[in-house]
């Protein structure tokens, strides 16, 4: 109800708006009024809660009468029994209903509603409300509910709603009194059974004023008043039709954004929030937006593929079902303060993939895997901004139609359980300052070093048809 006051208050002077509202209503997670007026939308709310309105009119106001009960309607003024006359050709003398029909219509008696919760998945959602033995059932999905407690109360107000207008009365009468949002009691009917009390939901009033229109066109007459109503048995709780869809959202953009100094902000299901381009009282804060789930090109439990969109993104937005309410982030672009990954058009033959370290990274910090697809240059390039680990349960198989070089900045260690070969068609050479050890394909073994330390703890063997000593 907080949207609704707060509109309210604008929109109608103080004390011209009454709330007779016997129910409490959940604050909504998130609520767009989208390409719509401010009355289309709190209409637009008030069916979907099943509230009704009408106005009370007085010499000096009008004031606008929300209701959620049939036992908030109150009575016409005055008496509330009219009488049933009948069209008898002649002008009554006092207040009477000349002509009252009453109608029973087919309609549906049970409806079904469900919803799906992610923070839930497995939950299911499905809840019913039926009328006594039901036979025409109505299925809506999406309900807006995320909980059963929540459903049941839907289920309930829709098949309200349906069963609103299943028994109605039309009727012509002379009594002013009648006003839209008052009940009456009907007598005297020559059908006894239907002098009940009935809930006036529309009035149509017409007048005639005789000698004013005398005083002006020269024709006289007599004052005379009629009016033409719909009405339904007062103990039927209305429900109002929904009538006004809810505008359907359409793809957009708009800006991630997140607390003061935070370029990552994001909780634990990895949504994000948002400021739209039209939003005029969004300040570009964590306040900005409900939060939005991010699209993902694969996802799964524990397995796919994860990347958050970051504080000043531009991310493309749609919306569930095309609700306003449920929006979810299903791609980024760029844009002139957030060029693309690569210039173009003159790099339009690079593709990848580049991180930016966390926090405060700046344009040198950064992951990357570049794919080069220039005819003749394809190369694919790896950075690691920082530590580069590499997990190969069982084998790993290398193989290189050329040159191979491996650089390395400081030690590097290489271990092997069971056995190490390594094995070149020409030579090996092992190379470390002055020293090296060179091994041919002729089997040539070369120790080259300024002192040559041959040792054996416990026995050394030399083994040779010549051994040349200098």
Known sequence: MEIAQQLLKEMLPQQQCEFRLNRSYEKRRYCTQYGESDWHFLSRLFEEE??????????????????????????????????YLGDEGMAPDEETISLFTFSRAVSSDSVSVSSHNFKRPSLDLLQQANAEDPQFEVYEYPSPFGYPERGKHLARIRLEEKLTMRESATGTSNCHRFTAGFTFELQDHDFAELDNGYLLLRVVHTGWQGHVLGEQSGIGGDCSYSNEFVAIPADVTPRPERLLECPRGRLQTAIVVGPQGEEIYADEYGRVKVQFHWDRAGKKNENSSCWLRVS???????????????????????????????????????????????????????????????????????????????????????????????????????????????????????????????????????????????????????????????????????????????
Not at 63 to 74: G, K, M, Q, S, Y
Not at 452 to 457: D, H, N, T
């Open 50 to 83: 099943g509230i009704c309105y009408f106005f009370q009119h007085f010499p000096d106001k009008h004031i606008l009468t929300l209701v959620d009960d049939r036992v908030a309607f109150a009575p016409i003024v005055g008496s509330p029994t009219v009488s």
């Open 296 to 470: 993902q090109p694969w996802s799964g439990a524990g397995w796919g593929f994860a990347a958050l969109p970051r504080v000043g993104d531009e991310v493309l937005v749609d919306f569930i079902n095309g609700d306003p309410d449920w929006p979810i982030i299903v791609g980024s672009v760029n844009n002139a303060a957030s060029p693309a990954l690569y210039p173009l058009p003159e790099e339009r033959f690079r593709s990848g993939i580049r991180t930016r370290s966390y926090p405060e990274g700046d344009r040198d910090n950064f992951h990357e895997l570049r794919f080069d697809d220039r005819k003749g240059q394809e190369e694919i390039f790896l950075k690691s901004e920082r530590d580069w680990n590499v997990l190969v349960k069982n084998d790993k198989s290398e193989a290189v139609g050329n040159d191979s070089k491996e650089e390395v900045g400081a030690d590097k260690t290489l271990r092997a359980g069971r056995r190490l070969r390594i094995e070149a068609g020409e030579s090996i050479e092992l190379v470390c300052g002055a020293a090296s050890i060179t091994l041919d394909s002729l089997g040539t073994i070369t120790l080259k070093g300024t002192t040559v330390e041959v040792a054996g703890s416990q026995h050394l063997q030399l083994s040779s048809m010549k051994i040349d000593v200098n």
